[in-house]
Nanobody, 122 residues
Framework: QAPLVESGGGSVQAGGSLKLSCAASGATGRYSCMAWFRQVPGKERERVVSIDKGGRTVYADSVKGRFTISKDNAKNTLYLQINSLKPEDTAVYYC????????????????WGQGTQVTVSS
């Protein structure tokens, strides 16, 4: 049972790029909000970017201009294009979904993927 499955992580040098994918099943990819999070061991989880049903996006300041979220509704898949990678981007990246009338202002996400590791060396 895996409602959300991430892939596309890897090890790259600073300045490189990666494209992460999140395959959803059932209604998990059609919820009011889909988002990418990242977390470094021992540190607070960070919401990288979210996208609601209307396609509206909100990016963390740390990734603006470098990360781009997109969604293919037909394929029920969420993507995260990451460019100009920095060592501080190193983390486990997770996709998550929330079903709430408040959309992406929701504080609780119902489903989470297993995560995919992104490692950036200088």
């Amino acid at each position: 049972q895996a409602p959300l499955v991430e892939s596309g992580g890897g090890s790259v040098q600073a300045g490189g790029s990666l494209k992460l994918s999140c395959a959803a099943s059932g209604a998990t990819g059609r919820y009011s909000c889909m988002a990418w999070f990242r977390q470094v061991p021992g540190k607070e989880r960070e919401r990288v970017v979210s996208i609601d049903k209307g396609g509206r996006t909100v990016y963390a300041d740390s990734v603006k201009g470098r990360f781009t979220i997109s969604k293919d509704n037909a394929k029920n898949t969420l993507y995260l294009q990451i460019n100009s990678l920095k060592p501080e981007d190193t983390a486990v990246y997770y996709c998550a979904s929330a079903n709430s009338v408040v959309g992406c202002t929701a504080l609780l996400f119902t489903f989470w993927g297993q995560g995919t590791q992104v490692t950036v060396s200088s």
